[in-house]
């Protein structure tokens, strides 16, 4: 079974910088893209980056890209998502996702991804 488990939100003034972190365990196939989301409240789920199961390849949403990059650790299982420059439009819970793929694959659509964590709350203030 499948298990991802986010932590490191938190509260943060703005122009601060976080870093997330998602454990994964359980994984049955050979290669994952891992993909970051986030929900704030009255919103749609958003997508914020994607990376490969490989590393080399990563996507980024428009609206932090230059600010947030996403890195991976396949001996340590564990995604990151470090959040630089960050602004109360990034107030929102953190979801991380895994989806069996080819190792060069990133996806940005959240319906494709099949396994979710449980979330991690990250707010900035002004």
């Known amino acids: 079974q499948v298990q991802l488990v986010e932590s490191g939100g938190g509260l943060v003034q703005a122009g601060g910088s976080l870093r997330l972190s998602c454990a994964y365990s359980?994984?049955?196939?050979?290669?994952?893209?891992m993909g970051w989301f986030r929900q704030a409240p009255g919103k749609e789920r958003e997508f914020v980056g994607s990376?490969?199961?490989?590393?080399?390849?990563?996507l980024y949403a428009d609206s932090v890209k230059g600010r947030f990059t996403i890195s991976r650790d396949n001996v340590k299982k564990t995604v990151y998502l470090h959040m630089n420059n960050l602004t109360p439009e990034d107030t929102a819970v953190y979801y991380c996702?895994?989806?069996?793929?080819?190792?060069?694959?990133?996806?940005?659509?959240?319906?494709?991804?099949?396994?979710w964590g449980q979330g991690t709350q990250v707010t900035v203030s002004s």
């Open positions: 359980g994984l049955i196939f050979s290669s994952y893209c």
């Open positions: 990376v490969s199961w490989s590393g080399g390849h990563t």
């Open positions: 996702a895994a989806k069996p793929t080819m190792s060069t694959a990133v996806e940005s659509n959240w319906g494709r991804y099949d396994n």
